[in-house]
């Protein structure tokens, strides 16, 4: 089993930035790549940013040279820095850690708006 557990979300104006973090615990070593996914209000769920065991990242194409997804592994932890921040941005962002399963965060709220 894997738990993934987000913080850093809030509230932001636009143009301003935030870090979200995901702290993973349990069977981590299963885990092939891990990543950021975001859900609109009232929309699905679409992928942000993935990054692979051996650091290989992948961004959509809205958040590319905004958001940069890093990750430490002597502290479990994959980060999402987020700048210039917009409207668009606010959802509820994910963590996401794929083994033979996907797993999911609970999801922290990030909220764009002057």
């Known amino acids: 089993q894997v738990q993934l557990v987000e913080s850093g979300g809030g509230l932001v104006q636009p143009g301003g930035s935030l870090r979200l973090s995901c702290v993973a615990s349990?069977?981590?070593?299963?885990?092939?790549?891990m990543g950021w996914y975001r859900q609109p209000p009232g929309k699905g769920r679409d992928m942000v940013a993935e990054i692979t065991s051996g650091g290989r990242t992948t961004y959509a194409d809205s958040v590319k040279g905004r958001f940069t997804i890093s990750r430490d592994n002597a502290k479990n932890t994959v980060y999402l820095q987020m700048n210039s921040l917009k409207p668009d941005d606010t959802a509820v962002y994910y963590c996401?850690?794929?083994?033979?399963?996907?797993?999911w965060g609970q999801g922290t709220q990030v909220a764009v708006s002057s």
């Open positions: 349990g069977d981590i070593f299963s885990i092939n790549v």
């Open positions: 996401m850690g794929m083994s033979s399963y996907l797993h």
